[in-house]
């Protein structure tokens, strides 16, 4: 028997049995500490636009997330695969809200569309699609649900969120918005 990285090849006799191994739930905890170790190196990077301590705390964050993979491999048994993914999906979904939540600083607090828009064009919208196809196939592997209607709620909430996010992020949009609040008060 051999093992790849993706699937178990068992050789018999004349026959090749491939087994394709299932998504385990700690899969998101390390998309998580990824996407913290992504928004420290970013917040590095653009260091002039945020606060000193930001690239820190994300890289708090991984560290937390990878010491928490560390001690959590020695209860597996002790726990169950549904809690092991929620706990490792919370993880996640923490990560992808701190994602969101710089790109409404750059939008709503510094004023920055132009960045806004880089910023949720090139992490915020990619990061979610990704999040949530593995969600659908993890989903998909547990048979909690039909495969077809995971993928067409995907294609929908992206479709929507790249709409929302594209209008929310127009400068336009926000003045029109703004100036209809003034004349009601």
Not at 25 to 45: K, N, R
Not at 71 to 78: A, F, K
Request: hydrophobic share 50%.
């Amino acid at each position: 028997m051999k093992t790849t990285p993706s699937f178990v090849v068992q050789e018999k006799q004349d026959m090749v049995v491939v087994t394709v191994l299932t998504l385990q739930p700690e899969f998101f905890a390390l998309l998580g500490i990824d996407l913290f170790l992504l928004l420290s190196l970013l917040t590095c990077l653009l260091d002039e636009r945020f606060p000193k301590p930001i690239p820190y705390i994300y890289q708090i964050a991984a560290i937390y997330g990878f010491i928490h993979l560390l001690i959590s491999r020695n209860y597996l048994d002790m726990f169950g695969e549904y809690t092991r993914f929620w706990y490792s999906f919370l993880y996640l979904a923490i990560a992808l809200a701190n994602i969101v939540a710089l790109n409404i600083y750059f939008a709503v607090l510094k004023r920055q569309y132009t960045i806004s828009k880089i910023w949720s064009g090139a992490l915020t919208f990619p990061s979610i699609l990704v999040t949530v196809y593995f969600v659908t196939q993890y989903s998909a592997m547990q048979n909690s649900m039909p495969s077809i209607i995971l993928q067409i709620t995907l294609l929908i909430s992206a479709s929507a969120l790249g709409i929302s996010l594209s209008i929310l992020a127009s400068p336009g949009i926000i003045r029109k918005l703004l100036r209809r609040k003034k004349e009601v008060i």
